[in-house]
């Protein structure tokens, strides 16, 4: 069992910068792949990118190229998503997941959700 926990959602304006963090916890937390995701209201949740916890793969689907960047601190077990240039129609919850491999983060099948944490974008 692996348990995920986000944090550091809060309202920012457009163009400002935003950082969530997402703690894994459990025997083999340390084994899994994670991966962020969003959901908007009314839109389906939608994968925004992950990493793998041993080596530096990170993948990231292009909606947000350039904009977010994950990165890891393997001895918190945290991960993070640095967001910048924040725009309106990123406001979203956010969501942390866990899983046994990379694509099964990008296809939306992770093993482990997080409760999510809610961001705001103001213009």
């Known amino acids: 069992q692996v348990q995920v926990v986000e944090s550091g959602g809060g309202l920012v304006q457009a163009g400002g910068s935003l950082r969530l963090s997402c703690v894994a916890s459990g025997r083999t937390a340390s084994s899994y792949a994670m991966g962020w995701f969003r959901q908007a209201p009314g839109k389906e949740r939608e994968f925004v990118g992950a990493?793998?916890?041993?080596?530096?793969?990170?993948l990231y689907p292009d909606s947000v190229k350039g904009r977010f960047t994950i990165s890891r601190d393997n001895a918190k077990n945290t991960v993070y998503l640095q967001m910048n240039s924040l725009k309106p129609e990123y406001t979203a919850v956010y969501y942390c997941?866990?899983?046994?491999?990379?694509?099964?983060?990008?296809?939306?099948?992770?093993?482990?959700w997080g409760q999510g944490t809610q961001v705001t974008v103001s213009s």
């Open positions: 997941a866990a899983a046994t491999s990379l694509p099964s983060l990008v296809v939306l099948t992770p093993d482990y």
């Open positions: 990493t793998i916890w041993s080596g530096s793969s990170t």
